[in-house]
C-alpha cells in the first residue's frame, strides 16, 4: 500500500447511547503544499481543527439534528497527518463544540449497527471513466433516526435521504479551502488511491435510500441472550 504525501485523515468520533457504543466517519484532506517541519505541522493541524469544528458546527442545522436521535453524540475531531505508508507522522484531536459536541433531536434510533453510505465520485457522471473503483470514496455515517424512514418501503424518505446527501456533499465543501492556521498551506478534500499513489478532487457526493449494515470496530455493546420457554 502506498500513498501520495500529505494526506490528513480528518476523523468525526462520538458516542451512541451515552458511550456504550462508539462510531466514527471521515473525510481525506491534502494540503496544496509542503506546510514545513514538525511545528509547522503541528500548529497547523491544531489551526485546522478548529476551522473544522466551526464548519461542522454550523453544517449540524437544526434541521440536520432532527435526522439524529438524542442517544448520537458527535464529540471528538481528529486530524492525523499519514506517510506514504499510511503511518502516523502528526496527530491532534479538538473536542467539539467546546466540549458540548453535537446531539441529535429525532425520534429514536434505527439499531446502532445500521447505517447510511455517503459514497464520493472522483469522476463525472455518464462519462466513461477507467478504473473506477480507484476513484471512489465512502464513509458511514452515525445510525439515524426512525423517523427518517418510510413506514411502508423500508427506505429512507425522499426528504430524508436528500438532506443527508445534501449534508455530505456541503461537507465537502465547506472543508476544501480551510487553511492550516494562518499562514498556512490550504486544504482540498480528495479520494485517494493507494493502488495509483494518487488523489483525486471530489466531483460527486451520493446517498442511497436503502440503509446498509456495518458492524462497528470498536464494538463495546454487551450482548444479552434470552432463551425460549
Not at 45 to 62: E, H, K, P, W, Y
Not at 94 to 104: C, F, Q
Amino acid at each position: 500500500m502506498a500513498y501520495t504525501n500529505r494526506l490528513i485523515r480528518c476523523t468525526f468520533e462520538g458516542t451512541l447511547n451515552n458511550s456504550e457504543e462508539v462510531f466514527y466517519f471521515g473525510l481525506w484532506l491534502r494540503p496544496v503544499s509542503e506546510p514545513g517541519g514538525i511545528d509547522e505541522w503541528n500548529l497547523g493541524l491544531i489551526g485546522l481543527a478548529d476551522q473544522i469544528n466551526t464548519d461542522l458546527v454550523a453544517l449540524f442545522t437544526s434541521t440536520l439534528k432532527a435526522f439524529f436521535s438524542p442517544a448520537m453524540k458527535i464529540t471528538t475531531i481528529r486530524l492525523t497527518h499519514v506517510d506514504e505508508q499510511g503511518k502516523t507522522l502528526h496527530q491532534v484531536e479538538k473536542a467539539v463544540n467546546n466540549g458540548a459536541g453535537i446531539l441529535g433531536t429525532g425520534t429514536v434510533s434505527m439499531p446502532f449497527s445500521s447505517t447510511v453510505v455517503v459514497s464520493m465520485f472522483g469522476y463525472a457522471d455518464g462519462i466513461f471513466t477507467p478504473n473506477r473503483a480507484r476513484k471512489r470514496g465512502r464513509f458511514y455515517l452515525p445510525p439515524v433516526a426512525t423517523n427518517t424512514m418510510s413506514s411502508s418501503t423500508g427506505r429512507l424518505s425522499s426528504s430524508a435521504a436528500q438532506a443527508l446527501a445534501n449534508f455530505g456533499k456541503q461537507l465537502t465543501v465547506l472543508l476544501d479551502g480551510n487553511t492550516m492556521g494562518e499562514l498556512g498551506p490550504a486544504v482540498d478534500v480528495v479520494i485517494p488511491s493507494s493502488i495509483d499513489a494518487t488523489t483525486l478532487p471530489v466531483l460527486r457526493v451520493q446517498v442511497g435510500d436503502v440503509p446498509d449494515v456495518q458492524r462497528r470496530r470498536r464494538n463495546q455493546m454487551v450482548e444479552f441472550y434470552y432463551n425460549g420457554v
